[in-house]
Nanobody
Framework: QVQLVESGGGLVQPGGSVRLSCAAS????????IGWFRQAPGKAREGVSC????????VYAGSVKGRFTISRDIAKNTVYLQMNSLKLEDTAVYYC??????????????????WGQGTQVTVSS
């Protein structure tokens, strides 16, 4: 049974940092694509970043490039999203998603087969 569990969200001040974790079970990361998406109040869900675990290839949305870093620890079956220089507009529920058995890194939401329940990140002073 595939399961994705996000953690690490919370309240952070503008300019601050937070690291999100996505712990995967029921499949191995070494041949999968993991993506991070977010949904702000009143807005559609959008892709933030993704990583192809087989070769480490990454994709970032333009709004987070240079501020966010996605990484994976295959031994822990966990993907991380390091978020730096946070802005008010980064406030959202962050979801991780998985496409096991794939190497195609894409921020296309429909590509992903499994989703976590999300973790709230609030950027506020």
């Amino acid at each position: 049974q595939v399961q994705l569990v996000e953690s690490g969200g919370g309240l952070v001040q503008p300019g601050g940092s937070v690291r999100l974790s996505c712990a995967a079970s029921g499949f191995t990361l070494d041949y999968s694509v993991i993506g991070w998406f977010r949904q702000a109040p009143g807005k559609a869900r959008e892709g933030v970043s993704c990583i192809s675990s087989s070769d480490g290839r990454t994709v970032y949305a333009g709004s987070v490039k240079g501020r966010f870093t996605i990484s994976r620890d295959i031994a822990k079956n966990t993907v991380y999203l390091q978020m730096n220089s946070l802005k008010l507009e980064d406030t959202a529920v962050y979801y991780c998603a998985a496409r096991p058995g794939s190497t195609i890194a894409t921020l296309t939401e429909g590509w992903y087969s499994y989703w976590g329940q999300g973790t709230q990140v609030t950027v506020s002073s």
